[in-house]
């Protein structure tokens, strides 16, 4: 009985609760929380500023699962209650947004009463105060502005008449600021089987990465420089070094969605482990691809992210005597703000003088990470 009249006291109260919002009432409450406020078309929103793109922001509404992706065109005004640092052009600062200008504005108070107009497409990084957000992620995040970027990692291990250690680790970083970009990969595997009638056989033991350096001549054109390096040691490859230079363009078709071409030529040599075969240094032309699709508010998954790399580095005396083509395609689902999934399939193609070990390899990982 006791549990009847109390849901009865819980409807009427929600009936009572509608009636007078409906009624254009507002609800008293004990504490008022402190929420930054947009008004889009007429309509007042009440939440957080996630992050900044080229094209829109991403806002939480309170009281309310999931992001809302507003563009700025849409936006009338925008004033936020909460202190965000703010990272454009060399300069940091800590302020609110106070105002939008020709939806590509932003008119900002800084920490000393200051009124700044900052260009969005200018502002490197956007994330909340540690004054309003003192915890360790956000601190991390404050105290390493420029730099973003995921690690993820993949391992397996089996006991039973076969023993079987496997581990894989990708990196992948990016530091942007102002027109200087740092890009950093990193991709390592190492994988060793073993029975009672076998010794132990290393099946991997490998690493690719990269460094590139971009200097932005404007928002979408740079000049780049690229080391790649690696070993392989079941492809007999002790290590390999290509430096190249050249020009790319970035073709957007919105914030999260991207084609970079690129040009150039550098030199490759290539050790292999033994005396078996000789070392190899060649002229190369540098031909690079990297794309990036971002799919938001999908039926199962909130966002899905596909992204991928072509780098292809042919002998100029002669593109069928001597070449090194490395590529990779990912998969990726944010899981949490932090936590993500990545599929990834990496494919390699190389003028290996090992005719046992052949030309190509392809790779399938299923690896979780940390996004930062």
Known sequence: METARAWVKICLLTLSIYSYTAAGGKIPQETEEIMDTIVVHGMVLYGKVVSLGNEHLSFKLNYAK???RIKYSDIDSIYTKYNYHISYKRIDIDGKVVGIEENQYLKIIDAEGNQRTVKIADIDNFVMSIHDDDSFENKIRNRFPYTKGTVHIGFEKENSNRKKNKMDILINTRYKKAESEVLFYLDYAYETTQTEETPQVLNKDELSSFLTYKYHTTNHAFYYGTLLAEYDKPRHINNAFVPSLGYGYRFKFGQNRWVEPSV??????IDYTG????????????LNLFVKYQADDLPLIRTLITDGFFLYYPSIEGFNKDWIMRSNLNFTVPLFDFFSVKLSFDFINDSNPDPTVGNNKTTTKLLFGLDF
């Open 275 to 286: 005396d078996t075969y000789e070392d190899k240094a060649f002229a190369v032309a540098a």
């Open 66 to 68: 999931g992001i809302n």
């Open 264 to 269: 150039g030529i550098g030199h490759a040599s």
